[in-house]
């Protein structure tokens, strides 16, 4: 229902007025509570934060993309798989977020129809037993209302990674470090 809910104010709503948001911060907490609920399935989520710039955009709809992307790299590999959430800058400014996982990959006639709503991919050997379809969705708006590009790739019996790549104007370096631009 709040996965409905959410993507319902994505679709409709406007977009709420832009605040600095500490993505190295977010990123820790969402890796750490998905480390915790995870505990039991063995599948770990590795951080890597390769930057510290923030982003101007909204804190909740981030969180809710970045925790569907999470969510979904764990739902989606074996107990045996590893996840890496990799928070990065490019040369040319931009920002980028990889979820990465060594699962058994997403068939490649699936992939053009995964952020549709309720899309949804059975893959034996995963617990993706439960869940909407409405996840990669929601990422697919968020990404639109920050002006970011979601990008998929994916082999079988490799994994896949989902890239979230937000462009420069959208970039606030050194805001972690408390001197906001």
């Known amino acids: 229902v709040d996965n409905l809910l959410s993507l319902t104010r994505l679709e409709s709503g406007p977009p709420k007025p832009a605040a600095v948001v500490r993505v190295p911060a ?16 063995h599948t770990p989520v590795r951080l890597k934060l390769d930057s510290q710039v923030s982003l101007l955009g909204n804190e909740t709809d981030l969180h ?6 999470i969510s979904n790299a764990i739902k989606y590999s074996r107990p045996s ?8 800058q490019e ?3 931009a920002a980028r ?10 068939p490649k006639e699936h ?23 409405l996840g990669l969705a929601i990422v697919k708006h968020v990404m639109s ?37």
């Open 145 to 181: 209302r920050h002006d970011a590009e979601l990008l998929i790739a994916s082999e079988l019996g490799r994994g896949s990674r989902f890239t979230c790549l937000f462009p420069s104007s959208r970039v606030v370096p050194g805001a972690d470090r408390g001197d906001p631009e």
């Open 81 to 88: 798989d590893t996840v890496t959430v990799r928070w990065s």
């Open 111 to 133: 992939i053009p129809r995964l952020t549709e709503r309720f899309y949804r991919v059975e893959i034996e050997g995963c617990r993706n037993k439960s869940g909407t379809g």
């Open 91 to 93: 040369e040319s400014g």
């Open 26 to 41: 977010l990123l820790e907490r969402l890796c750490k509570e998905a480390n915790v609920a995870e505990a039991n399935e």
């Open 97 to 106: 977020l990889d979820v990465e996982d060594t699962g058994p990959g997403i």
């Open 64 to 69: 809710s993309a970045f925790a569907n992307l």
